[in-house]
């Protein structure tokens, strides 16, 4: 893989770095300008910090990086930093500290920003590893991002009439392909060296020779997701592993989060609004448990995460692994559902322009989809530039997600960019798709 020009070039990394840094602002804003103060400063569940918290916390990160680390200037606000760290404080405990208040945590975010902006003007992209290609900057867009998508999926959780608003994805016609895309036998190469803005667990690439397999041309659907629940899915032992029949059973669980059946028909939750479960959109808001489940259920299994980066990636044809499924160019959008350009997935078989040179769809985008695998480091990993961005989470603790999200922007996601999360998370905006042995 070859990384494009405008991650090399100075001039193009500037105004790259400048365009990922306004565009996460600009959503961080909205995010956080949608709704009153009180619903900022509430925290709308356990799992997730107050919407507060996460704009003070995106301040604070940029000024520890780009002004502090980067540029070598004194702290602005350094008796904030315990409070916005996010390993001091559990996200249970964030709405009892002395949190900014909304007005001082836009002031204090906003100050950082000019500032910050002032040192990406001035920077050379060279000296350090922290500097070299403007990765500092593009570690905190990416940062930016994901707790974008971390405020997005605490609005999905706060109760009350809709706070935010977008267009669906424009329905094509329906998918009439085939169910599943084999994927043959051979060496690739997985991770990268190359990507200037990718973060440690995604380093270094490496060869893994994978045996052949199948896997779905699409994420799995609402409607064959429906199909398990009605063949008593959620109620057989025999499809779950013992740790996933115990957490269902312990917590009630009979569908996905946020579904509740009303007369003959799924009903479900969206951002306020309520609707009829659309059965071609791929399934949403379930967890590793209920994707293991299904898989099982279905006479398959989970893909590997190798599996699932090699029908991602790989071009039979040039032997070469690629930046994205449709090539080394920037996602549009007629590659993928990103950016919360959509508050909901596209149909499943959506995007042929994003399609991999295999034939497999929306593997970036619209959902992420769980993996059979636990969150290891690669051979060769160096934690860069802290230990607690990846290296503490891994083990068979978190298991790993890929592709992204509708809610997952451009510079967050990548054909190797990997998410991990506890197999019981069912608020984050996670699908899958299945996999089967062999070439038969």
């Known amino acids: 893989?070859?990384?494009?020009?405008?991650?090399?070039?100075?001039?193009?990394?500037?105004?790259?770095?400048?365009?990922?840094?306004?565009?996460?602002?600009?959503?961080?804003?909205?995010?956080?300008?949608?709704?009153?103060?009180?619903?900022?400063?509430?925290?709308?569940?356990?799992?997730?910090?107050?919407?507060?918290?996460?704009?003070?916390?995106?301040?604070?990160?940029?000024e520890l990086w780009l002004l502090r680390a980067v540029a070598g200037r004194e702290p602005m606000r350094p008796e904030i930093d315990g409070l916005y760290d996010a390993f001091e404080h559990p996200r249970a405990e964030r709405p009892s500290l002395?949190?900014?208040?909304?007005?001082?945590?836009?002031?204090?975010?906003?100050?950082?920003?000019?500032?910050?902006?002032?040192?990406?003007?001035?920077?050379?992209?060279?000296?350090?590893?922290?500097?070299?290609?403007g990765f500092a900057f593009g570690m905190i867009a990416q940062h930016e991002q994901q707790h974008d998508e971390t405020m997005l999926i605490t609005h999905q959780l706060r109760r009350g009439p809709a706070a935010l608003t977008a267009p669906d994805p424009v329905a094509g016609p329906p998918f009439t392909g085939p169910a599943e895309v084999l994927v043959p036998a051979g060496p690739f190469t997985m991770g990268t060296s190359a990507e200037p803005w990718s973060l440690d667990n995604e380093r270094p690439a490496h060869q893994r020779d994978i045996p052949a397999f199948h896997i779905d041309t699409t994420p799995v659907t609402n409607a064959a997701y429906q199909a398990f629940i009605e063949d008593g899915g959620y109620g057989d032992a025999r499809w779950w592993t013992a740790e996933g029949w115990d957490h269902i059973r312990a917590h009630s669980i009979e569908a996905p989060l946020y579904w509740r059946r009303d007369g003959g028909q799924w009903l479900r939750r969206r951002f306020g609004v309520t609707e009829?479960?659309?059965?071609?959109?791929?399934?949403?808001?379930?967890?590793?448990?209920?994707?293991?489940?299904?898989?099982?259920?279905?006479?398959?299994?989970?893909?590997?995460?190798?599996?699932?980066?090699?029908?991602?990636?790989h071009d039979p044809v040039s032997g070469r692994s690629r930046r994205y499924p449709w090539g080394d160019e920037d996602p549009t959008p007629d590659h993928a559902n990103l950016g919360q350009r959509h508050l909901r997935p596209a149909p499943a078989g959506s995007y042929p322009a994003g399609e991999s040179p295999l034939g497999v769809r929306q593997l970036i985008g619209d959902v992420w989809e769980w993996t059979a695998s636990d969150f290891t480091a690669y051979p060769g990993f160096t934690a860069f530039p802290y230990k607690e961005y990846s290296e503490v989470f891994f083990g068979p603790e978190h298991k790993v997600l890929r592709g992204g999200s509708f809610a997952v922007d451009q510079v967050a996601c990548r054909g190797t960019f990997r998410n991990w999360d506890y197999p019981v998370r069912r608020q984050i905006f996670s699908g899958f798709r299945t996999a089967r042995d062999g070439a038969a």
Not at 24 to 49: G, I, K, N
């Open 98 to 133: 002395p949190l900014l208040p909304p007005e001082e945590a836009r002031r204090y975010a906003a100050d950082v920003r000019g500032r910050a902006l002032d040192v990406l003007e001035s920077s050379t992209f060279r000296g350090t590893r922290l500097t070299e290609a």
């Open 1 to 62: 893989m070859t990384a494009p020009e405008s991650l090399t070039d100075p001039e193009s990394l500037r105004e790259r770095a400048l365009e990922a840094l306004v565009t996460a602002r600009d959503r961080t804003a909205l995010l956080t300008s949608c709704v009153e103060e009180p619903e900022l400063t509430a925290q709308h569940s356990p799992l997730m910090s107050p919407l507060v918290w996460d704009l003070a916390h995106i301040g604070n990160q940029e």
């Open 276 to 313: 009829v479960v659309p059965p071609d959109e791929p399934v949403l808001h379930v967890s590793w448990y209920e994707a293991d489940a299904y898989a099982r259920w279905a006479g398959r299994r989970l893909p590997t995460e190798a599996e699932w980066e090699k029908a991602a990636r």
